[in-house]
């Protein structure tokens, strides 16, 4: 079974730039998460998707941050503009169903702000 | 506010030994508990699930307790070895199926 897929693994950008980063869950997966993990931090939840519906965007710096999941397949979190603060590893993970527990994580993505 | 704890300081023990990592958490009442291993550069992977109504749960090596009077999970490796060496962090579900993890403890284990 594939696990979840993310790109890209890196990205430099200079601050006041975009980055986006896409995620490919797992098949069958209904419920899709993007963490942000800053070093020496745990995962933190940025939004929390049920098919292509919005579970939870309670910590999900609107101002900046936006993520869509299309066909509640794919998902996209997109940064713009970027901040030094943003300087982070952004991980998808994904549940079979929302109150089954356990998450999928991918391999994350690194991004470095300057 | 819903806060977890972890021990912040890294975890340093012998071969053979086994680990105890403690996960404290306040403000809420999870219905479940679980625990995720995560190396350098690489996702966290789930290890173990205990329900609020479970006190003890076992999957090889590993044993998680859950106390909901104390509201503390410990996790348990037994006979450690140098694969074990990582970073575990701890994930109480709150209501409305949202997992939140905490900081996480590094493990070292030396041969």
């Known amino acids: 079974e594939a696990g979840v897929a993310q790109s890209p693994r890196y990205k430099i950008i200079e601050k006041r730039q975009s980055v986006a980063f896409w995620c490919n869950p797992i098949?069958?997966?209904?419920?899709l998460y993007w963490y942000q993990q800053i070093l020496g931090q745990g995962p933190k939840l940025l939004i929390q998707?049920?098919?292509?519906?919005?579970?939870?965007d309670s910590q999900l710096p609107k101002d900046r941050f936006s993520a869509e999941r299309l066909k509640g397949v794919d998902s996209t979190l997109k940064i713009q503009p970027a901040k030094l603060e943003d300087s982070a590893v952004y991980l998808c993970?994904?549940?079979?169903?929302?109150?089954?527990?356990?998450?999928?994580f991918g391999e994350g993505s690194r991004l470095t702000v300057l | 506010s819903q806060k977890i704890e972890q021990n912040s300081e890294a975890l340093n023990i012998q071969e053979g030994k086994t680990a105890t990592l403690t996960c404290n958490y306040t403000?809420?009442?999870?219905?479940?508990l679980q625990w995720y291993r995560q190396d350098p550069g690489r996702g966290p992977v789930f290890l173990l699930l205990?329900?609020?109504?479970?006190k003890e749960k076992r999957k090889e090596r590993l044993k998680v307790t859950f106390d909901t009077t104390l509201k503390q999970s410990l996790f348990h490796i037994t006979a450690s070895q140098p694969a074990d060496s990582a970073t575990y962090l701890c994930?109480?579900?709150?209501?409305?199926?949202?997992?939140?993890f905490g900081a996480g403890t590094r493990l070292f284990v030396k041969a």
């Open positions: 994930a109480p579900h709150t209501g409305g199926f949202k997992t939140i």
């Open positions: 998707f049920q098919n292509n519906g919005v579970v939870d």
């Open positions: 403000n809420y009442s999870p219905a479940y």
């Open positions: 205990i329900r609020e109504n479970e």
């Open positions: 098949s069958g997966h209904a419920t």
């Open positions: 993970a994904s549940s079979y169903r929302v109150d089954t527990g356990e998450l999928f």
